[in-house]
Every structure is written in C-alpha cells, then in structure tokens.
C-alpha cells in the first residue's frame, strides 16, 4: 500500500456508474476522500481497480491477453474490457503477447488522472522473439482511452520486459518514476517521472540487486514503499536465483537520485506481495506469503505470512511477525496443500484507520471438494499495535453474500486486493478465482458491510465483460498494484 502521486479528493461529482452509462443521482454522492493507494482513472473520487486476463484469447490469438477495468462507484460499477486490439492501444493481439502480464498505475503525466502501464512480456518485436513491451494507457474523464509504447531501453540485452512492473516516487522529486524488470536478469530499469504523452521519461537508470546468478529467474516482483521513515519511497525487488534455493529478496533505499543498491538489504525468503505501516510507528513494513511453508503443524504447503516491520535502519533489522492457519485466533488448520499467503494485500478493510490483512489460501479444501479456495482477513489491533488474530474472519463462495459456491478448482483466493470501490470509507475485497468454470477465471468484488460481512450482488465472469472462453483466460489472476 504505498503513495501514486494523486491529489487526495474530499469529493466527488454526483453520479454512478453502471452498466457503462453516466446517470444523475438524487442527493448527496460525495465519495470519501480516497486513500493516496487507490486508483482513479477518470478522477470521480471513487476508486478503480485493473484485473488481469493475460492468458485470454483474442481475436483467436491464444493468450493474447486483456485486462478487464472496474470502475468504482457509490452503488454500482462499470467494467470494461482492454486489449491490444482496442482502439486507440498501441500494437494488435497476437498470440503469446500476455497482455496485462503485470500492471502497475499512477499519474505519469501529472494530468491529475491515475493512468495504468500494462506489461505484455511475450510481445515479439522484429525478430526478436518474446522481447516484452509495456504500454501505458492514459486516464481521462471517462476512464482509461488510448496509449503509448515505452521503448525498451535495451531491447538486444534480455527478453520478456514488462514482465514485473511498479510505480513510486523513488527519489522524491514530486513524479511518478516507472520500475520495469525483465526475465532472465537481475537488471531493473527505473524511468524517471515526468513523461509526456508519447511515453518519454524525464530520465532513465538502472539499478541491479544481487538477486541472479544466471541459473534461476531473474525479477519475479517489485513492490515500493517507505520502509526506512525518510519520506522517499524504496524499491523492493522479489527472484529467483539458484544459489539463494531460488527465492532472494532485496530492499534498495530510495534516494536524492532514486532507488539505489547503496544500503541494499537482503531480505528473508518469501513471496513479496504488499507494504504498508500496520503498526502506525512511520515506517512502513513488508509482507510476505510463504506458500510452500510447512508452518508449525509440518503440512506441505501449508503455508504462513510473515511481515518484517520498517525501522530508521531498513526493514532487514526490524521485529517480524508470522502467521499460520494453525496460530491461535486464525480460522481453519494448516493442512496439505493449503498454499496459505499465495496472494495477501493490505487495507483499511472495517473502516478504523486501521491497515488490515487479507490473505488468499487458493488450495484449501472444503468439504466435498479440492483446492476449491478460502480468503482470511485479520485486522489490525485496537492499539496500534499491528496486525492481530482478534476478530479475525475467512470465508469461501459458500459463505452468505458471496456469489456462487464452492467447487473443485475454483482457487478462490488465487489473487486478492482491497479498494473503497464505493467510497464509503470501508476498504472492499476483490478475490480472484482462477479455476472458476473450468480455468476462465472470475473476481468478485465484496463490499464492507457495517457488521463486518462482505457481500456481492454478483461475480464478475468473462462473460459479462467480453473476455473469450476460449482456452483459460484466467481471469483474476492479478490485481493492478
């Protein structure tokens, strides 16, 4: 959870969206001011969330790719599906591209809209096969509407760029910079903020962590957020590398000239996927998911999250707190294949100022069934204190107000993500499924109730939203960040 450079809004203009239409509300429709995290691609004060469908087919190119756009609204939401054959997106579908691979957002062209940068990593440019490139789709008054490239700064050097992406202000001057990894490399390029409409950064450098020996993966994830309380934001950078048993984790501090390996931390195993202050002492912290993790019960693939909390000295000397389905408080129990912490984010989820924890267990099996998926949230502690197990709540697609049902497969949990879709001041919860109806995929978007449930009048199916069911679009299996 970390800053996009957008100006917070105390209100909001009177309408809703639905169905694609603008229309007139009666009474009041003041949203509440959005969070500096959020999304607000046409700036109505409420906020917007990108899914991805990278492995959609388009236009009968297989895993072509789209992302599908929610657009937040007081009682309603408008979705609208992008890919590269929509009118004004650089490029066309073809087969392989995986479009929407990665997603990061934030108001590159300072025009007071938040505007999306989408990877397509399997783009084949020239002769140069699986090359990568990443477009960034510009914000507007009715939402996101056309694009531009960003030139790949070293096109001959490594492939697959685009393939993780993320947004900060690195060496706080005021201007969104735009991190860019690619496969096989260690190597990420920072374009300096300040870009224009053709997709020209004020700038570039690179930056290159100590995360890749040549046999493992490169730069799985990058993730940014204050973690040493000095007001610029770092870059923490998630790979592979074989001599680190394929996972290694840095934190590179921000600085006068960006992120920086100056002070670079090695950081513990685990997938990075969120960072954010969840004990309010201004540094922020770092939250992993250890799916593989046996936890304490010795399940395989049990799994456990852990967050590192931020200190003056960085986030590798700072306490850690870990969590289990086994520790006290936590509903369910650790068991096979669980793969708890696959997917976490972080958000004011009850409305209490609070950061919260939910965390996606897309193997947990229920009764009658497998891998059919749970999501947990824990919520942050009355004192401040971080995040606790009291209170704590999960639940499936059989839980009431959450549509469908629980079926073999669905990996309910696969992807999660918190926004105030509907402004009022409660974070919702956005839960992929990828396996849902056979491998096309869903996300449901449940509102915060007052009482603590999550209710949704209806799943978000490819379906509804122009996506092919041709092959496994995998819908939901990635949330804009």
């Known amino acids: ?13 009177t309408v809703a969206l639905t169905g694609g239409l603008l229309t007139a509300v009666a009474g009041p429709a003041a949203a509440a001011p959005l969070a500096a995290s959020d999304a607000d691609f046409n700036d109505d004060g409420y906020a917007d969330v990108a899914v991805s469908a990278s492995a959609a087919t388009v236009a009968g190119h297989a895993a072509a790719g789209q992302i599908v756009v929610i657009y937040g609204g007081r009682s309603t939401t408008r979705k609208v599906a992008i890919s590269q054959n929509t009118a004004g997106v650089p490029g066309s579908a073809e087969k392989e591209d995986r479009f929407g691979g990665d997603t ?15 990877g397509a990593l399997g783009e084949d440019l020239g002769s140069d096969k699986d090359g990568g490139t990443v477009i960034i789709l510009w914000g507007s008054a009715s939402g996101l509407k056309g694009g531009s490239t960003v030139v790949d700064p070293r096109p001959t050097k490594h492939d697959r760029f685009g393939r993780a992406l993320e947004a900060a202000d690195f060496d706080k001057d005021g201007r969104v910079d735009l991190a860019i990894a690619s496969r096989d490399s260690a190597t990420v390029d920072v374009l300096r903020g300040g870009f224009n409409r ?28 204050d973690a040493n309380g000095d007001g610029r934001e770092d870059l923490i950078v998630n790979g592979y590398s074989k ?19 100056s002070g670079a931390q090695k950081l513990p195993a685990g997938i990075i996927t969120d960072i954010g202050d969840t004990n309010h002492d201004g540094f922020q912290d770092i939250v992993f998911g250890i799916n593989w993790d046996s936890g304490i019960s010795g399940s395989a693939l ?89 209170g704590a709540r999960s639940f499936s697609q059989n839980t009431p107000g959450v549509p469908n049902s629980d079926e073999t497969g669905d990996f309910f949990g696969s992807d999660v993500h918190v926004d105030d879709l509907d402004g009022d001041g409660r974070g919702d919860v956005l839960v ?10 869903a996300v449901y978007a449940l509102r915060s109730q007052t009482n603590g449930t999550f209710t949704s009048p209806a799943g978000i199916y490819v379906t509804s939203v122009g996506v092919s069911t041709a092959g496994s679009p995998r819908l939901g299996n990635n949330f804009s960040d």
């Open 302 to 390: 049990g799994g456990r999250v852990m967050i590192a909390k931020g200190t003056r000295s960085g986030p590798a000397h700072g306490q850690r707190q870990s969590f289990t389905q086994n520790t006290p408080g936590v509903p369910g129990g650790s068991e096979k294949a669980d793969s708890f912490g696959t997917e976490l984010d972080l958000g004011d989820v009850n409305g209490d100022k609070r950061l919260d924890l939910v965390i996606g267990a897309p193997g947990e099996d229920l009764s009658g069934g497998k891998d059919q998926g749970t999501v947990t949230v824990l919520y942050g502690a009355a004192n401040g204190s971080g995040i606790s197990t009291v």
């Open 104 to 118: 990061a957002y934030g108001d590159f062209d300072k025009d007071g809209y938040d505007d999306l940068a989408v």
């Open 243 to 261: 001599s680190d048993g394929y996972n290694a984790n840095y934190w590179l501090p921000g600085s006068s000239r960006g992120a920086t390996t």
């Open 432 to 441: 992929g499924a990828v396996g849902e109806d056979g491998g096309n995929g």
């Open 1 to 13: 959870m970390h800053p996009r450079l957008r100006l917070a809004l105390a209100t909001a203009t």
């Open 198 to 225: 053709s997709a020209k950064p004020a700038g570039r450098y690179t930056v290159t962590p100590a995360i890749f020996d040549g046999a493992g993966d490169g730069v799985q994830n990058l993730h940014s957020g």
